[in-house]
């Protein structure tokens, strides 16, 4: 029955899986049977190959967008393996459309059931294609009694017209779906729904006299799998067409060990000779070069007849003749078996011309994007050009879209040069490896370097002819092609047209095929005489500028298509006639900056691209050398120039060019006497004419450069030992403006350390330590100083750098050199990056500062431990400089240096031949600033401040002396008072309360030596004394002078006390006398006293110190 395949957008469900049932007479008949059909899931028949044959017949017509492909497919089920109403898928969709299906069953001989051929056509073609028996007589629902299914009004249709055109023979309805399945699409693939009843019949005993003991069940499950035939009509769009590609068609096909496809393609176009173009005069005209994947194997004999074959019956068929022998009538075409694959892949074209003797023939691309890095690694000699060159590592990533070929081979070449321009590219001497290292992504195949030649064997590729433009193809043309010239001279019988009839039993195969390798055999079912093999040249020492050939399979390859090249190489740049100034013009503004000894940035390119863009990165991966570049986008702007350091990398155009300054050479070690070159220079004596692959260092000792380095100033290159020549320290301490004199002692100093850096070393880092005396005394409750790194350059630039605080720990760590010294603790370690500019300027500036100096005590924060910088490279000089200050006074210094001086600006220290990580040690203790006393000019003095203390201790001594006399006066003063008695009058008290008042006045004089020098001190005191008293007048008589009288004292005690109280207004001071002093003596006390307090001030100034 003829059923429309539904495409994605409208697939039916699958039918749901039922148990197959029997009708009703089957049931009685088979009563005796044993049978009973096993169930699977129908998951597992998604992995079964069901289809045993495929036959593939279309026809492709000029002018259209594709090719009509009728399939006819054989199905043979395993009940035991199968669902019915599942689905099995038979080859993927692709960009295939299915326009109709029709499914017939087959009895377990494989011959077809009746069917009409008016009503399927198509099942028609299949029993023919698939060389089946004839069709029996018997239709399928009368051998298993079932009922004719339900028909269509096309189809009662097509029966009434077959009739009426006067056949005797009705036609014979299609089968019911449910028991033959239909085709449809499913998850991307095109499927087969199994039919959801498998019914049975027992053989008629009337129709077959046989007995009883040879009755057997013949039924559709004899042999446990049953049988179905299929055809498809599908329409296949050409999946590429010309100019630039040929015609392909690619068809999907099921896995199948039986596959048969039959092909017819139109006629090619002639062309009149007056109307071919220049374009097409590589063009055989007349015919098609036509190749297929998987190879078609021509038949090499016809269909055999046999009895019982199928009948044509009266149905005309122009198909049915031989085309294995007779040709296609209409026209050119394929016809053949081929082995099992996924997919059939024709292609036609018209063949070109063969130029060259080479076998693999090349690809043109349209748009090709690549990524090139260029490394540089340092320098070498080159034995060959006798000069110095660049050791590079070239890395190139190319991405293709848009690769074609229009001839219809598969197995295709891609050409790749390195093109330096203005230098020779040449392999390292000595090296590892000198091929490149090639990769690609899907449908590369491998790779070799240079032309490959053309095999013996007939061949009819067609190629795409590169034109090399590299200067290195003109020269190495002759060495590479081995070809001789009687075989590049005979001339293949399948290089002219063939006659048309003949065209379709060409056969593709080698003359003979069983000597044929492994890798000729496969690559031969891919293309026509694609017969080389994808290993790389024996020859693997072509140089690098030859190109390097992709191998490429269209079959395979993607749209995109991504590989990669990856070679060291040497560059070395050619010499230039400098033009006499007669003749030639003034040099442009950039190319008067060129540097002799500059090199042009080398880069990839694919030689038969349309459009080509590159980016190139130079990196600089050398261990001290710095890489300086002159970059240019156009020839009109003004060039600029660039500095990598180490590790550094910088994107650049394709016009520029880079100088590798004070490079480290790679050469093998040997010894020998200089050579003179034909310029008149000499050759450096360590350079030997035998390469080696050790890379040992060695100082470049060549003769004049002409010119520096890109406007850099040269340098005289080292020869002696790596070590760093001078060293000079300038230690400045910070001091504050403090108000507490406690503060005065500056917390911090900075250092300024200069040096040269060290030229060809193994880094382009310099590292050096801070590290203190583990002997020095350390604070309770402070933690280690801070180092803060102010600045680090190199002639003035800044540049990177690294500090990393150095932890102390318990056990000494093994492999580092540092730390397994003795007698010293390290602070901290900082690493600065300073290329490779040897001989450069360093200048590194850092503060050190106390940590939690308010806790501290003053005459702790007196001593200071200067941290200077401990190299782990020998230096020549050390010098450090210590700044004064005039509030400051270094009091003692102690250091490991050999020379100390002092100037009138500070102190400075030096030391000679420092060894490797040699720890300079300083330590000094500060004065604290002192106060200032009277005046500025007294105390700038040690003279005036002895001044100062004795006019003080004079002073003190003139109050003591003063004192002492006054004392004596006033003990004299009360001795008087006694002498004086006073008799008061009887009754005195009695009298009634009387106010009166005393005037009294006293006149001294007194004379006291000083020193014995003759002085005068004259008192007067004049007192007033009123009283107020309660008591009768009485009149008080002063006696004389007193003398020396027995005196009766009242014994009254009342009257004592009474009197005690008038005893100071009756004194008479007249007449007193001071006792002598004794002038040594107290001259004697003085001189005492100011020797010890001279001591005492000795003892101050002087500590924590014995003043002694």
Known sequence: MSVYTSQRHSRPSSPPTTTPLRSRSSVAALSNTTYSPTVTNGANSSKLNVVTRVAIEGKAKQGEDGAGIKMYLKISLPLDAISPGSTIPLFPEEHVKILHSQIHPLDNNSVPYDFSSDLCPLLHHAARALNLSSRSSES????????????????????????????????????????????????????????????????????????????????????????????????????????????????????????????????????SASQASLSSADEEGGS????????????????????????????????????????????????????????????????????????????????????????????????????????????????????WFPGVATMLGMD????????????????????????????????????????????????????????????ERAGISRQSSAS?????????????????????????????????????????????????????????????????????????????????????????????????????????????????????????ADAETVSIVLRNETDACTVEFLDSNSSHERATRKVLQRREFSRCSERARFVVKSGVIFAPTGNGDAVAAPNGKLAPPSRPRTPSTSRDRVPSTSGNRGRPLIGMVSRPKRDGALMIPSVVADVTPIVETPEDASRCVPKAYAVRV??????????????????????????????????????????????????????????????????????????????????AAGGGRVVVDYVVTDVDAQKTKVKDRTQFDVFLPTFGLPVGRLQVNIEGNSDLEISSLRTNFSHNQVDGSGRRLLHYSLSPFFYPHITMDLKLPRRPLHSATLLSSNLGQLVAILILW????????????????????SRALEAYAIAPGPGWNERPPETFTITSTAFQTTRWPWFDAPSESASESISTVTISVTAPPVTITAPAIPTETHRVHPTSDSSSSSLAVFQPLLLNFSNLKWPEVDVDLVLEKIVQGAEKLWFLLRRIYHYPLDPT
């Not at 004079?954 to 003063?973: D, G, H, M, T």
């Open 954 to 973: 004079i002073a003190l001594a003139i109050a003591s002396v003063y004192l002492v006399r006054l004392n004596s006066e006033v003990f004299k003063l």
């Open 488 to 608: 590049s001279s005979t001339t293949s019988l399948l290089r002219g047209p063939l006659p048309v009839p003949n065209v379709a039993d060409y056969s593709f195969e080698g003359p003979n095929p069983s000597s044929m390798s492994a890798s000729q055999t496969t690559s031969m079912e891919s293309s026509v005489g694609s017969l080389v093999s994808s290993a790389p040249s024996v020859d693997a020492k072509r140089p690098p500028g030859v190109p390097v050939t992709i191998h490429i399979n269209m079959n395979e390859l993607p749209k995109v298509f991504q590989f990669s090249i990856t070679g060291t190489v040497l560059v070395t740049p050619r010499l230039r006639v400098a033009p006499s100034r007669s003749s030639s013009p003034a040099p442009a503004g950039n190319e008067q900056d060129i540097d002799p000894e500059s090199v042009v940035i080398p880069r990839f390119t694919v030689l038969a």
């Open 754 to 835: 200069t040096l040269a850096a060290p030229v060809d070393a193994e880094s382009d880092w310099l590292e050096f330590g801070l590290a203190k005396h583990a002997s020095a005394a350390v604070v309770a409750g402070t933690g280690p100083p801070k180092v803060e790194i102010v600045g680090v350059s190199v002639d003035d630039v800044p540049v990177l750098y690294e500090t990393s605080v150095a932890v102390k720990q318990e056990e000494t760590a093994v492999g580092l050199p540092f730390e397994q010294m003795s007698g010293q603790e390290w602070v901290s370690w900082v690493k600065l990056r300073v290329g």
């Open 416 to 475: 790749v040069s390195l093109e330096a321009k203005g230098s020779d590219v040449s392999w390292v001497p000595g090296g590892n490896s000198e091929t490149w290292q090639v990769g690609g992504s899907q449908g590369y195949t491998g790779f070799d370097v240079g032309a490959s030649p053309k095999p013996d064997a007939p061949s009819r590729h067609d190629s795409l002819e590169s034109n090399y433009s590299n200067g290195f193809l003109t020269a």
């Open 140 to 271: 399928y629902n009368a051998a298993f009694g079932l009922s004719p299914p339900t028909t269509t009004a096309s189809i009662a249709g097509s029966i009434k017209s077959t009739k009426s055109s006067g056949s005797t023979k009705s036609a014979t309805p299609p089968v019911d779906t449910k028991y033959t399945g239909h085709i449809l699409v499913s998850g991307y693939n095109i499927s087969y729904v199994l039919p959801k009843e498998f019914p049975g019949r027992v053989l008629d005993s009337d129709v077959y006299s046989r007995s009883s003991s040879s009755m057997r069940r013949s039924s559709v499950v004899d042999r446990n799998s049953v049988h179905f035939m299929a055809a498809l009509d599908l329409w296949v769009p050409y999946a590429s067409r010309p100019p630039r590609l040929p015609y392909l068609l690619s068809i999907p096909t099921p896995r199948c060990l039986h596959n048969n496809v039959r092909l017819r393609i139109f006629a090619p176009t002639s062309t």
């Open 288 to 403: 098609w070069d036509l190749t297929s994947d998987p190879h078609v194997t021509r038949a090499t004999s016809s269909r055999q007849s046999r009895s019982g074959n199928y009948s044509y019956g009266d149905v005309a068929d122009d198909e049915s003749s031989d085309s294995s022998t007779t040709g296609f009538s209409d026209g050119y075409g394929i016809q053949g078996t081929f082995p099992s694959a996924e997919r059939i892949r024709v292609r036609w074209a018209k063949p070109i011309k063969s130029v060259t003797g080479e076998a693999r023939r090349r690809v043109g691309v349209n748009n090709v994007k690549g990524e090139m890095t260029c490394a540089v690694l340092g320098k070498m000699w080159d034995p060959v050009n006798q000069r110095d060159g660049v050791v590079m590592k070239v890395t190139y990533q190319g991405t293709c879209k848009g690769t």
